[in-house]
């Protein structure tokens, strides 16, 4: 079956703009994380979606960051009032959401370009 | 969440098996080991986890010693396109963030 996906692949902006970045997950997957990856470092969690609802944000860096899943599908990372340093992969990935060994499977990121 | 720690960087000829060590001393009993793979340009591709007990599927194998305190992930027959950045994950039960650290990055040689 069809795997997470994310669009746009690539994203240039110009700061202090606003750039909001869309996340497709595996059929049937009730939770859904997005993560943030800079140059030559591992993933690092920002938020984690159970159903519509945000179930733990603690990863979100401030307040220009947020993220919706009003249907409990489809989910929207935005940023607000671009800076240079938000530049990065945006990693988005869903799981069946039960259980402690619930595995996630990730897209293939966006990569956001700060100008 | 434990902390783990990996070597940056090994080498492994093709063909060979590719033995991944990973460090992670301070684990408790309700933590998982999970291993993950990052080729380049590419999203995380989840391989395998384990509790205790060692593990085994299409992909690879888990091993994890007695005392929990270490694993080594073993690609039995390396092939250049498993050339990536390997991420050893110590997550907790009821945790859903996955904590990522620079992983160790396997270069497969012809």
């Known amino acids: 079956g069809a795997g997470v996906s994310q669009t746009p692949s690539n994203k240039v902006t110009e700061k202090g703009k606003y750039v909001e970045l869309r996340c497709d997950p595996i059929s049937g997957h009730t939770a859904l994380y997005w993560y943030r990856q800079s140059l030559g470092q591992g993933p690092e969690f920002l938020i984690y979606?159970?159903?519509?609802?945000?179930?733990?944000d603690s990863g979100l860096p401030n307040d220009r960051f947020f993220a919706v899943r009003p249907e409990g599908s489809v989910s929207t990372l935005k940023i607000q009032r671009t800076e240079r340093g938000d530049s990065a992969v945006y990693l988005c990935?869903?799981?069946f959401g039960r259980g402690s060994t619930d595995t996630q499977y990730f897209g293939p990121g966006t990569r956001l370009t700060v100008l | 969440d434990a902390k783990t720690t990996q070597p940056p960087s090994m080498d492994c000829a093709e063909g060979r098996a590719a033995n991944l060590p990973c460090n992670h001393s301070?684990?408790?009993?309700?933590?998982?080991v999970y291993w993950y793979r990052q080729i380049h340009s590419q999203g995380p591709q989840y391989i395998i986890h384990g509790l205790k007990n060692n593990e085994t599927n299409e992909m690879a194998s888990l091993i994890i010693t007695e005392d929990r305190k270490s694993s080594t992930l073993i690609l039995p027959h390396a092939t250049l396109r498993d050339t990536a950045v390997y991420y050893c994950i110590v997550r907790k039960y009821n945790n859903n963030d996955m904590r990522f650290g620079a992983g160790t990055r396997l270069t497969v040689k012809p």
């Open positions: 301070t684990i408790s009993g309700n933590e998982y």
């Open positions: 979606f159970q159903g519509t609802g945000a179930a733990d």
């Open positions: 990935a869903s799981s």
